[in-house]
């Protein structure tokens, strides 16, 4: 998936990684980050905002996998 960086209006406050915004970034975000690169859900606006956990404007295996590394190693 692409991102467009004109999502940036649509939050104010936000956590990187936390797709359920429940304030805390757990299994529940990487469940969710790989029904949405596997494609079997659509993203919503606010996830593809924060689903790019590398910038790289891409949604992809990179970013689960740094979604991965921030819950082990944080």
Do not use: H, K, W
Request: glycine content about 2%.
């Amino acid at each position: 998936l692409v991102c467009n960086s004109g999502f940036s209006e649509y939050v104010n406050e936000y956590i990187m990684g936390d797709l359920n915004n429940d304030n805390s970034i757990d299994v529940m975000d990487v469940v969710r980050l790989v029904n949405i690169v596997l494609e079997l859900d659509p993203a919503t606006e606010y996830e593809i905002l924060v689903s790019d956990m590398n910038n790289d404007t891409l949604i992809n295996i990179q970013d689960i996998v740094i979604l991965i590394d921030i819950i082990l190693y944080n």
